[in-house]
């Protein structure tokens, strides 16, 4: 058999084994898994001894280029897949967001626009849906059968134009069940929350970003996980908590799922990593993102989640704002860019904090960054497994490589990072996205506009 590509010598690491063995890859597919493969005459051959093989990575929630907070996210589709790539991602799911009064379609085409033909790996869509009526409604099933089967409604967002309400969410998710679809939602709740922003605004000099804390305690979210989780219940729709940051809330999950709700949940490095206390620095403005970092009763909590299986998934949230662009708050909390770097710096954190410190197990680590990601939303096997048939989208990984991490040394646009300092034990080294190098030995080597739109599938059944 004519091999493209050989992966030599590594330990490959899928969500249930791992084993010594090679992987050889023509064209975009896995074609085989052996101990010992021979190239044919024009192989290309990647050496991995005692290196980790992984399957990619999978992003399931970025926010690239994104109009927000009078600015604009500043990793484009393009510099957004790269950083994703040098940092073992092969995938990431962004946000095609409704505009009221406009079709879905409408907002899926023109952000496919700005994505196609600039992404170094593939992508996929989550439709956010901000308006309910009768062709909404209709859409739905179209915009499933189109490849986009997983949906977003922010609880929170008035003024941007993009809030649902309870009774949006609600029908949403009797919908989405008819066709295999499922709801994410942004949990927080509206009128709670503005009714302490306005009230520490008041406060605004005396607190500065702390009043960013202050104005998001942990109810705020956690009731309103509470809250989409019953209507999740009495639907039978399938939900998924997007950025979940509150220890209770992780509780929630858990009670529910123990019911037999088609509830799910990630949260992001963000908050299993940092506590509130970023917020009383100098620079604590930087660290403003929505749902805000909570306590480390919270992380501990969220990590016990992570072990148990009440959270299924990390991802990043990845919405970039410089340090410029976060100055635009001029000292009020109200209008801070909020969002974070990260898609970069997952998988190696993870690795770091969850493997290498022992909490959970390499076979853990590939669930929640890649399995689990690819079977919930729609893309597994093709994507989130080494085995043949699949994507050749792996990564590998060299868990010797020290690596401490500056801003300036990565690929994102972002001049700082929430992890500067941190010191990471064990880093990708390279990464190939449906059997093409985009990563080798730590450098750039892949091509922009390579990366394809990626069609999903509903899901019937989920194991998990
Ligand atoms: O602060 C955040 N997370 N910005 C991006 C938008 C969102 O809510 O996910
Ligand atoms: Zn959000
Ligand atoms: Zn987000």
Known sequence: MKLDLLIKNGTLVTATDTIQADVGVEGEKIVSIAENIDPTSDTVVVEAKDMYVFPG????HVHFQLPFS??????DFENGTKAAAMGGVTTVL??????????????VKARRKEADGKVCIDYGLHAAITDWNPQTQAEIKQIIEYGIPTFKMFMIYKN????????????????????GGMIGVHAESVDILDMLIERYAQEKEKWGAYAHTLSRPDYTESEAVQRAIKWAEVTGGRLYIVHMSAGESAQYVHDARERGVHVYAE??????????????????HLYATCPQIKKKEDSMRLWKGLIDGDIQIVATDTCTFDTKQKAMWEGDFRRIPFGLPGVETMFPLLYTEGVAKKRFSINHLVRLASTNPAKIFGMFPRKGTIASGSDADLVVFDPNKQVTIHAKDLQTNCDWSPFEGWQ???YPHTTISRGELVVSDGKFVGKCGRGQFLKRQAVKQLDI
């Not at 941007?160 to 066709?179: C, N, P, S, V, Y």
Request: hydrophobic share 40%.
């Open 57 to 60: 990575a999978i992003d399931v």
């Open 70 to 75: 009078g600015t604009i996210s500043a990793d």
């Open 94 to 107: 962004d946000f095609a967001i409704q505009q009221k009064g406009h079709s879905i379609m409408e907002a």
């Open 160 to 179: 941007e134009g993009w809030m649902a309400d309870d009774g949006m969410l609600f029908q949403a998710l009797e919908e989405t069940k008819k066709f």
């Open 267 to 284: 949260t992001c490095p963000q908050y299993l990593l940092l506590d509130d206390s970023v917020f009383k620095g100098e620079n604590g």
């Open 424 to 426: 990471l034990k064990g």
